[in-house]
């Protein structure tokens, strides 16, 4: 089945420990993207990649990072910069087209820093 | 900041037409009108998206109206599974799309027996 997974769907990590989220798509979508989940919030967006070997920074990318050498996989690092990292991950990814916006969500990973 | 306004939670009946209002005043003419809601614990799904006219599909309705300062997003019989929360966003389309999405905190929706 298509769709697209993240592991794992919790975290838990100590302060001050760098930790990567996983995210893989099988739908050959070009756009993925990363968001942040705090409770009783909305998503906020924290990188996105319109392409291989390209990414932008969202509207929370301090104390994250991102990369993406494949089409399919767009890996999240929460580093020990990143203030309150403890929160719900979610990646979702898209075609590009001019047409319209349909992001297609993964299951999340709930990070819990103690 | 989110470019739209919704109530911030809703009940409905199950079996009864939902009808979740959305304002967004500042819309605009390259701009699309999109509904997604999440389940609890879940990934957002998208529902619907429409310009100007009115859409349907399985899922719901969308009625936009003539001035595209407001929409209402439809189900139209409600069912327990319906409960969730309920995102209006808008976004460009065309050159201007980057693919982005800003979700504001959306409408919860209620649905009782």
């Known amino acids: 089945d298509g769709g697209i997974t993240q592991s794992p769907k919790y975290l838990f990590r100590k302060e001050g420990q760098n930790v990567t989220l996983s995210c893989e798509q099988n739908?050959?979508?070009?756009?993925m993207y990363w968001y942040r989940q705090d409770p009783g919030q909305g998503l906020r967006l924290i990188y996105y990649?319109?392409?291989?070997?390209?990414?932008q920074k969202g509207d929370i990318a301090e104390g994250y990072s991102v990369s993406r050498e494949k089409k399919e996989s767009f890996p999240l690092t929460v580093t020990s910069a990143q203030k309150n990292p403890t929160a719900f991950y979610l990646c979702?990814?898209?075609?590009?087209?001019?047409?319209?916006?349909?992001?297609?969500f993964g299951p999340g990973t709930r990070l819990t820093v103690l | 900041d989110a470019k739209t306004t919704q109530p911030t939670s809703m009940d409905c009946a199950e079996g009864r037409a939902a009808n979740l209002p959305c304002n967004h005043s500042?819309?605009?003419?390259?701009?699309?009108v999109y509904w997604y809601r999440q389940i609890h614990s879940q990934g957002p799904q998208y529902i619907i998206h429409?310009?100007?006219n009115n859409e349907t599909n399985e899922m719901a309705s969308l009625i936009i109206t003539e001035d595209r300062k407001s929409s209402t997003l439809i189900l139209p019989h409600a069912t327990l599974r319906d409960t969730a929360v309920y995102y209006c966003?808008?976004?460009?389309?065309?050159?201007?799309?980057?693919?982005?999405?800003?979700f504001g905190q959306g409408t919860t929706l209620q649905v009782k027996p």
């Open positions: 979702a990814s898209s075609i590009l087209a001019p047409s319209y916006n349909e992001q297609f």
């Open positions: 739908l050959n979508h070009d756009a």
């Open positions: 990649s319109q392409i291989v070997n390209d990414f």
């Open positions: 500042t819309i605009s003419g390259n701009e699309y």
């Open positions: 429409g310009l100007k």
């Open positions: 966003i808008v976004a460009p389309y065309g050159s201007s799309n980057t693919g982005k999405l800003i």
